[in-house]
């Protein structure tokens, strides 16, 4: 097992921290532009961030790693892999904020710690003190909860959660840098978002 010190566990909490905090507030930019489908939305998204992406590893001195990390097959396919995970992500997030769905998004979202959770114990046989089965049975009775007041199947909040925390585990497996596979999954998608907002566009309906 790989030891992580303290440090890198704070610096993990506040990374985890920050990221559901931008991604919680999300919901607001994202109904400010609902005028727009949700595949236009992210198709934007993914031309935009590439270049952003190009110049961030250029600053770090990232270019060489990103260059040379798709000759190894297993990353090039397990980054390949997550890039559908991930665009199907976005897409069906969008979707539901834009369609008043954002409960069944928010849910998605609160079941994916559990089975991220679930992964780290079952397939990456990490340790699980009492306090945190304490912690998981009661978020895993909040989720019940929902579900059972919800009154059917909440597909949008299950897809998201299969869907994110399959990215989260073939990314830990990557071993590439985030900054370096966020830029190839980016580029993976970057034909199809292309390809979609052309399409959009011959039909009138692009904004």
């Known amino acids: 097992m790989i030891e ?3 440090s890198e566990k704070r610096r993990a909490l506040f990374a985890g921290l920050s ?10 930019y994202f109904q400010f532009v609902g005028f727009a489908s949700a595949v236009e939305i992210v198709a934007h998204r993914v031309v935009w961030s590439l270049p952003m992406l190009f110049a961030v590893l250029w600053f770090a001195g990232k270019v060489g790693p990103a260059s040379s990390a798709l000759a190894n097959k297993r990353v090039l396919w397990t980054l390949l892999a997550t890039s ?7 897409v069906l997030f969008i979707y539901a904020v834009n369609n008043d769905r954002v409960l069944e998004a928010s849910l998605g979202y609160y079941i994916n710690p ?8 079952v397939v990456l046989r ?38 994110f925390t399959g ?3 073939l990314r830990k497996i990557a071993a590439v840098d985030g900054r370096v596979g966020l830029f190839w999954e980016t580029a993976f998608i970057l034909p199809f978002a292309i390809g979609a907002l052309i399409w959009i566009e011959r039909q009138g309906e692009g904004h």
Do not use: D, F, K
């Open 4 to 6: 992580v010190s303290e």
């Open 126 to 163: 990490e340790p699980l003190g009492p306090w945190r089965i304490a912690a998981i049975v009661l978020a895993a009775l909040g989720v019940l909860n929902l579900i059972v007041a919800a009154g059917h199947i909440p597909w949008i909040s299950l897809t998201l959660a299969v869907s």
């Open 167 to 169: 990215y989260g585990y």
């Open 19 to 28: 990221a559901y905090l931008i991604w919680g507030v999300s919901p607001l």
């Open 84 to 90: 559908i995970l991930i665009s199907i992500n976005w």
């Open 114 to 121: 559990l089975m991220s959770v679930a992964v780290g114990v």
